[in-house]
């Protein structure tokens, strides 16, 4: 099948039917999915997934077998430079070690055609101001994700893709990034970021595509998604509150004194309401998200 590259003039990023084998070991399998401008839409998947080779894919690093990718990246008529339709952080680790973070910052303003008049602000905006003179090879890796992730913002670009951008931060560094990629989004840029882990991405995602072993096994809202997780129950009678569960078909599980759900808070509490049975407590189930995704994706422990 032929590849072919397709510009988006709305400013989407995504692949269309892609398909990728190394070495005979199909990685990639018909993998199709679209991130909208405005919104930051998160790849999720375990270790080995392939979500490094999509995004090498998407960057033209790495020409798969078959299918398409979208990106504004292509749409070069305009003569503008790469870098202001769209900015990759693929390996913070690929930053030339050798260079120091002001260096590294001139470089890509240079590269995306903006004045160089943005690196001091930019330093400051990294929170990097004070290791300007500093090689990249003597920053942490957290702070080498955060000039990685300015080195992508730097032309502005209508389209972000980030490659487990939280990675080695601490908290606030994560906090940093998330709110930069929310307001990169907000601006209306197509943000695509990808992770291993659901709770990296579930502040910070609209949309959530997850992938097990090169195949997509769900697209669809974040808030769907969590939907999903359920709802946490408990009542003064147990019993009355199973009874009515089990006349409403909603399917329940006990652990101690609490029921775990799959309806919504919203539907449980009606039921309960109907049913005449006093609550002790009603609230959105949290860790079954977790197992959920672990439900949709294959056990890899065994490799
Ligand atoms: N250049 C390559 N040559 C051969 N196999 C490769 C190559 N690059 C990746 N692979 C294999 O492709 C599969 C997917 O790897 P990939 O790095 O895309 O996954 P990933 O989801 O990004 O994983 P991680 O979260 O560990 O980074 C793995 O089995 C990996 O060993």
Same mark, same amino acid.
């Given at each position: 099948?032929?590849?072919?590259?397709?510009?988006?003039?709305?400013?989407?990023?995504?692949?269309?039917?892609l398909s990728h084998a190394f070495g005979g070991k199909d990685v990639l399998s018909d993998v199709s999915f679209r991130a909208e401008p405005g919104h930051v839409t998160a790849l999720l998947g375990a270790n080995g997934a392939g979500k490094?080779?999509?995004?090498?894919?998407?960057?033209?690093?790495?020409?798969?077998?078959?299918?398409?990718?979208?990106?504004?990246?292509?749409?070069?008529?305009?003569?503008?430079?790469?870098?202001?339709?769209?900015?990759?952080?693929?390996?913070?680790?690929?930053?030339?070690?050798?260079?120091?973070?002001?260096?590294?910052?001139?470089?890509?303003?240079?590269?995306?055609?903006?004045?160089?008049?943005?690196?001091?602000?930019?330093?400051?905006?990294?929170?990097?101001?004070?290791?300007?003179?500093?090689?990249?090879?003597?920053?942490?890796?957290?702070?080498?994700? &955060? $000039?990685?992730?300015?080195?992508?913002?730097?032309? #502005? +670009?209508? /389209? !972000?893709?980030?490659?487990?951008? @939280?990675? =080695?931060?601490?908290?606030?560094?994560?906090?940093?990034?998330?709110?930069?990629?929310?307001?990169?989004?907000?601006?209306?840029?197509?943000?695509?970021?990808?992770?291993?882990?659901?709770?990296?991405?579930?502040?910070?995602?609209?949309?959530?595509?997850?992938?097990?072993?090169?195949?997509?096994?769900?697209?669809?809202?974040?808030?769907?998604?969590? &939907? $999903?997780?359920?709802?946490?129950?408990?009542?003064? #009678? +147990?019993? /009355? !509150?199973?009874?009515?569960?089990? @006349?409403? =078909?909603?399917?329940?599980?006990?652990?101690?004194?609490?029921?775990?759900?799959?309806?919504?808070?919203?539907?449980?509490?009606?039921?309960?309401?109907?049913?005449?049975?006093?609550?002790?407590?009603?609230?959105?189930?949290?860790?079954?998200?977790?197992?959920?995704?672990?439900?949709?994706?294959?056990?890899?422990?065994?490799?």
């Amino acid at each position: 099948m032929a590849v072919t590259g397709m510009s988006t003039n709305d400013g989407a990023v995504g692949v269309a039917q892609l398909s990728h084998a190394f070495g005979g070991k199909d990685v990639l399998s018909d993998v199709s999915f679209r991130a909208e401008p405005g919104h930051v839409t998160a790849l999720l998947g375990a270790n080995g997934a392939g979500k490094t080779t999509l995004f090498k894919c998407i960057a033209g690093l790495v020409r798969p077998d078959a299918g398409r990718v979208f990106s504004p990246a292509m749409s070069l008529r305009s003569g503008q430079p790469p870098a202001q339709h769209i900015g990759f952080a693929l390996d913070a680790t690929a930053l030339h070690p050798g260079r120091s973070v002001r260096e590294t910052l001139r470089l890509a303003t240079i590269l995306a055609g903006v004045g160089r008049d943005r690196v001091g602000p930019m330093l400051d905006r990294v929170g990097l101001r004070r290791e300007g003179r500093k090689r990249v090879g003597a920053l942490s890796l957290g702070m080498r994700q &955060r $000039l990685a992730l300015w080195v992508a913002l730097i032309g #502005d +670009p209508r /389209a !972000l893709v980030l490659d487990e951008p @939280a990675n =080695g931060l601490d908290a606030y560094g994560t906090a940093w990034v998330h709110d930069t990629i929310r307001s990169a989004a907000e601006s209306g840029a197509a943000v695509l970021i990808s992770s291993h882990l659901l709770r990296d991405v579930e502040v910070v995602a609209d949309h959530l595509v997850v992938i097990d072993r090169g195949r997509v096994v769900s697209d669809g809202a974040a808030d769907d998604l969590l &939907r $999903l997780r359920g709802t946490h129950v408990a009542a003064a #009678d +147990p019993d /009355a !509150l199973t009874r009515a569960l089990t @006349a409403r =078909g909603m399917q329940h599980t006990w652990s101690a004194e609490t029921a775990t759900v799959q309806a919504s808070p919203e539907a449980v509490g009606q039921a309960a309401l109907e049913a005449g049975v006093p609550l002790l407590h009603l609230s959105q189930a949290r860790t079954d998200l977790q197992e959920l995704f672990m439900s949709m994706t294959t056990d890899r422990k065994d490799g």
